[in-house]
C-alpha cells in the first residue's frame, strides 16, 4: 500500500518529489518502488449533499471535491477537500482503501473502504471527531456506490453522524 501512496503523491505534484526522480535511478531499486504504477484510473470526486442524523444549529452546508486513483488489485487512494459540519475547510488524505465490485451479485453495486488522516476539525469542535489532536485525526470511511458507464453514485457514511452522496467522474487513465 505504501507504494499506492507514493504513487499518488508522485501523480498529484507532477512527479516533482525528489524521490519520484530517484525512483527512476538503477543505482536505488528498493526506491523504484515507487515508481506510478500503470493503467490506474483516476477520478474526480464531488459531494455535493450531507445528511446528518442528529440536527444542530451549528451544522453548516457540507461539500467535498478530491481525486482518487483506483489500481488494478482494486486497492484505492486519494485525497480530498470538504468544508466540514462546522464550516471549517477540511481535507482527508487516504493512502488505503478497497472496493469490492458486483457485491451480492448485483452487477455495478459495489462496497468501497478507505482509511486515512483528517484535518481540520479545530477549536471548539475539536471533540466531534474521535482521537483528535490539533485538527488531526484518523479517517475511516465505508461507502456503497453504483458503477455507471460515466460516473458513479455512492453514499459515504460518516460514522454515526450522517451520510454524504458522492459522484464520481472519470478522468483519464495513466
Given at each position: 500500500?505504501?507504494?499506492?501512496?507514493?504513487a499518488?503523491?508522485?501523480?498529484?505534484?507532477?512527479?516533482?518529489?525528489?524521490?519520484?526522480?530517484?525512483a527512476?535511478?538503477?543505482?536505488a531499486?528498493?526506491?523504484?518502488?515507487?515508481?506510478?504504477?500503470?493503467?490506474?484510473?483516476?477520478?474526480?470526486?464531488?459531494?455535493?449533499?450531507?445528511?446528518?442524523?442528529?440536527?444542530?444549529?451549528?451544522?453548516?452546508?457540507?461539500w467535498?471535491?478530491g481525486?482518487?486513483a483506483?489500481?488494478?488489485?482494486q486497492?484505492?487512494?486519494?485525497?480530498?477537500?470538504?468544508?466540514?459540519s462546522?464550516?471549517?475547510?477540511?481535507?482527508?488524505?487516504?493512502?488505503?482503501?478497497?472496493?469490492?465490485?458486483?457485491?451480492?451479485?448485483?452487477?455495478?453495486?459495489?462496497?468501497?473502504?478507505s482509511?486515512?488522516?483528517?484535518?481540520?476539525?479545530?477549536?471548539?469542535?475539536?471533540?466531534?471527531?474521535?482521537?483528535?489532536?490539533?485538527?488531526?485525526?484518523?479517517?475511516v470511511?465505508?461507502?456503497i456506490?453504483?458503477?455507471?458507464?460515466?460516473?458513479?453514485?455512492?453514499?459515504?457514511?460518516?460514522?454515526?453522524?450522517?451520510?454524504?452522496l458522492?459522484?464520481?467522474?472519470?478522468?483519464?487513465?495513466?
Open positions: 500500500m505504501a507504494k499506492h501512496c507514493l499518488f503523491l508522485c501523480a498529484l505534484s507532477g512527479v516533482g518529489l525528489p524521490f519520484c526522480s530517484l527512476q535511478s538503477t543505482e531499486p528498493a526506491v523504484a518502488m515507487a515508481l506510478p504504477e500503470k493503467n490506474r484510473e483516476l477520478s474526480f470526486m464531488w459531494g455535493p449533499l450531507t445528511h446528518h442524523f442528529s440536527q444542530s444549529s451549528d451544522h453548516r452546508y457540507v467535498l471535491v481525486i482518487e483506483a489500481y488494478p488489485d486497492s484505492v487512494a486519494g485525497a480530498t477537500f470538504f468544508s466540514n462546522f464550516g471549517q475547510p477540511s481535507t482527508y488524505i487516504y493512502p488505503f482503501g478497497q472496493i469490492y465490485k458486483d457485491i451480492f451479485n448485483v452487477q455495478d453495486l459495489y462496497f468501497k473502504w482509511a486515512g488522516l483528517i484535518y481540520g476539525y479545530l477549536s471548539p469542535y475539536q471533540d466531534k471527531v474521535p482521537y483528535n489532536k490539533n485538527g488531526f485525526s484518523p479517517g470511511i465505508p461507502a456506490g453504483l458503477q455507471k458507464k460515466n460516473y458513479s453514485a455512492q453514499l459515504n457514511f460518516l460514522l454515526l453522524e450522517g451520510v454524504m458522492q459522484f464520481n467522474f472519470p478522468i483519464g487513465t495513466r
